[in-house]
Structure formats: structure tokens, C-alpha cells
């Protein structure tokens, strides 16, 4: 990336260091956590499995996009920290993190990065929101994500220490219902491609009990999911059922459909639903078990569809 006095690239083994000696001060990691490295080399080999692990997929060349950049100085081609974005497989959420030098504070550096990977997040990446987690006492830190337009959620423990959890929305996606019919451009390519496009309706569509909901980004649907007023035998409560969950390939790892699948939850609580049920494609079933969903019952086909699993959530 490049700003007007800077470039985020990738970490390089020269930055070694640059690095030992930024995380050498006591101020710079006052508020993260962090120890400093005892040598360089020991900074030299984060460099390298950072690299590794983190720029690009396991075993391959293909990179991930996803990282902290160095912050080079355009004029001398000097290194003033780090800026970036994270993926944090606990939450399956991306965080912005930043950190520099002492010296370079307070000359906005930190905010012209942060502005960068912020428009890369959303431009480039898709992501449809990204987090920042900052310490309690950090005031600075914490005037320069609420200058971005974060929002502060609410505190918690971050690293063992009390931290403030910020969140910044996409202002290009749009969550909202929708019509049954409106669900079809999703539907069809993902859940009966190659199919007569009449395939995608559902005999519940229509009820007035069901509700469908539609994930639109720039005005583009890319998202769906449908929840209809269905009951299992071998289930008790107040009951509803997913069907139709689908995103468009492009836009999949990104947490649209945990967006889609938390939304309806939501609507489904507020309407007094105790529990939500679905029958799940194979390779969908640990995205569904990370949302606290359990498998009820054995391996069983659906004709033309492929092998599923029923699942199930209490809501209430």
C-alpha cells in the first residue's frame, strides 16, 4: 500500500533490527503485552515465520492478503513501525493493530496507515467490518480509531489486561429482508447450479411466518438465508428452520454468512423461538459447530443435493 509519505509493505529479514530496537522501549510496549526480544536474531526469526505463517497459506504461494506492514518513510526509505490487519481464528474476526517508534509519534503516521489498511479492508478485501482492540489507559490509541469512525462496543480482557473492543462497519454492505423471490440470484448459482432455475423454490417461501434475509453489497445481493416456521419431531420447543443459506463464492471467508446466521437468530428471539434447525452440507458442519450448533442424528443423503447432517441451537 502507499500513502502520501509512506508505504506498508511486506516484513523483510532487514527489518530485524529496526524491530529489536523499537520493541526494546518500555514505552512502546507499555500498553500490549508484548516482551521484547532479546537479540536481534531472535527478531530476524519472527520475521521469518511471520512470513512464512501469516503473508501466505500453509504449504503454498498464495498469499492471504492479511498481515501487519512495515511503515517505510517515502523521503528516506526509513522504518517507523508497523500497520495492519490480523485474522483472529478465536473470533473469526480481522483486527487492525498499529505500532511505531517512539520518536515517530505524534506525527501522524500511525493515522495515515491505519487510513490506508482501513480502505484496503474495505476496497480491496471485502471484509464487511473489521475490530480494533485497544488498552484501557491507551487514550491515545484511543482517539485515533474514534478520529476513524469506530465505534466502542464494550470492555473486556485482551492479553490478560483490560482493553476496549472497537468496531468499524463497511458502509458498503447492507443486511435487511427481503422477498423469497429476491433470494434466487443466490440460491440458484450456489445451491442448484446447473439446475432449472425453478429448483430453488422452496414450499415455504411464501408463508407469511417466514422471513428471508439478504446480505447486499454496493446494491449487489451476494448473501441469503431464509428461516421458515418448521418443527422437527424429535425436537421440542418453539421451533424454526434455516434453509437457503448461501453466499456467492467471492465473497465466502469473510463472515457474511455469520452475519446472515446471527441476524436471524436474533429476529427469532425477539418472535420467542427456542431453537433453530437445519439440515447441513458436510463442508459447511465445523462453520456451523464454531456458532455453538450440534449435530442431532447420523451421516443421511438428500437426493440431488449430497450428504448432510441435521443440526440444531438453543435459542432461548
Known amino acids: ?8 509493505r511486506d516484513f523483510i529479514p532487514q527489518d530485524s533490527e529496526d524491530l529489536f530496537q523499537m520493541n526494546a522501549d518500555p514505552e512502546v510496549l507499555k ?6 526480544f532479546t537479540n536481534t536474531e531472535e527478531a530476524q526469526a519472527f520475521i521469518k515465520n511471520y512470513i512464512e505463517t501469516v503473508y501466505y497459506k500453509p504449504q503454498t504461494t498464495i498469499k492471504t492478503g492479511l498481515g501487519r506492514f512495515a511503515i ?5 526509505n526509513t522504518f517507523l513501525g508497523w500497520c495492519g490487519l490480523k485474522y483472529n481464528p478465536e473470533s473469526r474476526e480481522v483486527d487492525l493493530g498499529y505500532r511505531l517508534h517512539k520518536k515517530y509519534w505524534r506525527q501522524g503516521y500511525a493515522t495515515e496507515s491505519a487510513q490506508a ?3 484496503y479492508a474495505f476496497d480491496t478485501l471485502k471484509l464487511p467490518y473489521i475490530i480494533a482492540r485497544t488498552h484501557r489507559d491507551n487514550t491515545a490509541s484511543q482517539t485515533l480509531l474514534d478520529n476513524q469512525s469506530f465505534s466502542y462496543i464494550k470492555t473486556i480482557t485482551h492479553h490478560d489486561m483490560p482493553s476496549r473492543l472497537y468496531h468499524l462497519k463497511n458502509k458498503a454492505y447492507q443486511l435487511k429482508e427481503i422477498s423469497a423471490k429476491e433470494t434466487w440470484p443466490v440460491r440458484h448459482p450456489v445451491l442448484r447450479k446447473g439446475r432449472p432455475l425453478e429448483d430453488v423454490y422452496m414450499e415455504a417461501d411464501e408463508q407469511t411466518s417466514t422471513f428471508h434475509l439478504g446480505m447486499f453489497h454496493n446494491n449487489d445481493i451476494i448473501g441469503v438465508a431464509s428461516f421458515m416456521d418448521d418443527s422437527h419431531d424429535g425436537f421440542t420447543g418453539a421451533q424454526y428452520r434455516l434453509r437457503g443459506m448461501a453466499v456467492l463464492p467471492e465473497y465466502r471467508r469473510k463472515g457474511i454468512a455469520e452475519l446472515l446466521l446471527k441476524k436471524g437468530e436474533a429476529l427469532l428471539k425477539e418472535k420467542g423461538k427456542t431453537l433453530l434447525w437445519f439440515n447441513a452440507r458436510v463442508v459447511a458442519l465445523q462453520f456451523y459447530k464454531n456458532l455453538g450448533y450440534q449435530v442431532d442424528g447420523t451421516l443421511f443423503d438428500i437426493p440431488k443435493v449430497g450428504p448432510h447432517y441435521r443440526m440444531k441451537k438453543q435459542l432461548l
Open 1 to 8: 500500500m502507499e500513502t502520501e509519505r509512506l508505504y506498508l
Open 31 to 36: 500498553y500490549t503485552g508484548d516482551k521484547a
Open 72 to 76: 517505510v518513510r517515502k523521503t528516506d
Open 117 to 119: 489498511c482501513i480502505t
